[in-house]
């Protein structure tokens, strides 16, 4: 199982990369940003000890493609692609919030509604509301980065003003933006039998001012997706909802004994399940894009890489 789980390339004019979870992102002259998607696999903030295969691709694949069913709505950061792992784009000042975005009480929100919440980010949930009910309009949750570590942290918009994290100039268009981005979403999901049940999206601001949509967008690591057939039967019904995200894997870690707290091990990832991973990205892959996946030639990815990205640059 060849993957792609840490990239140490050396491209020109580079000034610096910076290793998120899962992408690892390549200044080029402080212009371009070259963003290579690596197969980790992150849960619960930490990266699992094996790669997915093709699942660096298909993340890749499905932003690009999602980015230009959306650029008519809301400007991008994206320029080219040249490698099936690889997004070039303009470089920005990234903001320091994640707009969380719900359409459905599910994953955290549920969680916090269970534990007899009612407010989420500083806003309100309805009384009488089961798991995987839809909320009576979808509700912007921000997350923001833990001081320490990487965790992501539920604030208010309140908070996010009053800190002086985002102005509120700024703040009204990240929520506009959002919302637009949701709706659109929602409207290719249901096109392909899904509903989207939350997502996540992050924004940046380029050298000229401009407020952008960077890194991912509606793909399983940013967004929950149910299948439409038999939603209402299985709620009305009690039943768990069918879905396609990285909920799963946060399910198997779960039963395995493991959330990512504090004396916690991870749970050893057999071969066989770690294949069964890759089918379900494949099959999210194909179910909201409506295409065949095609995998990429993986017999030499580092260089495969390189190579083009190489090209691309000159």
Same mark, same amino acid.
């Given at each position: ?66 980015m230009?069913?959306? %650029? ?56 009488g ?5 839809k ?22 918009r309140?908070d ?14 990240? %929520?506009d933006y ?15 039998g899904?509903?989207?049940?939350? $997502?996540?999206? %992050? ?28 939603y ?20 198997w870690?779960?039963?395995n004994?493991?959330?990512g707290?504090?004396?916690? $091990? ?22 909201? $894009?409506g %295409? ?23």
């Amino acid at each position: 199982m060849n993957t792609i789980v840490d990239t140490n390339f050396n491209f020109p004019n580079q000034k610096s990369v910076y290793k998120g979870k899962v992408r690892e992102v390549y200044n080029i002259n402080d212009e371009q940003l070259v963003m290579v998607a690596t197969d980790r696999l992150s849960a619960f903030d930490v990266v699992m000890p094996k790669g997915i295969p093709y699942k660096g691709q298909i993340l890749n694949q499905i932003a690009t493609k999602m980015m230009k069913e959306t %650029e008519d709505l809301v400007p991008n950061w994206l320029v080219a692609t040249p490698d099936p792992n690889v997004a070039v784009g303009h470089l920005c000042e990234p903001f320091k919030v994640e707009m969380v975005i719900r359409g459905y009480m599910s994953g955290h929100a549920a969680r916090e509604y269970k534990a007899g919440k009612r407010m989420l980010c500083g806003v309100e949930m309805p009384e009488g509301m089961k798991e995987n009910d839809k909320f009576p309009e979808a509700i912007i949750t921000p997350a923001t980065k833990a001081e320490m570590g990487d965790h992501d942290e539920d604030i208010s918009r309140e908070d996010i003003l009053k800190k002086g994290i985002v102005s509120e100039a700024d703040y009204i268009v990240l %929520e506009d933006y959002t919302r637009k981005l949701f709706q659109r979403g929602t409207e290719i999901a249901a096109n392909r039998g899904l509903i989207l049940v939350d $997502t996540k999206y %992050e924004f940046g601001k380029t050298k000229d001012g401009r407020i952008v949509l960077i890194d991912e967008i509606h793909t399983p690591d940013s967004s929950r997706y149910f299948y439409a057939e038999g939603y209402q039967e299985r709620q009305d019904k009690g039943e768990a909802q069918k879905q396609l995200s990285k909920e799963f894997v946060r399910q198997w870690l779960i039963s395995n004994g493991f959330q990512g707290l504090e004396g916690q $091990t991870l749970p050893e990832m057999s071969d066989a399940y770690v294949h069964s991973v890759s089918e379900r990205y494949i099959e999210l892959y194909e179910q909201i $894009t409506g %295409e065949t996946f095609v995998k990429a030639d993986v017999s030499d990815i580092h260089n495969r890489i390189e190579t083009n990205v190489l090209a691309y640059l000159k």
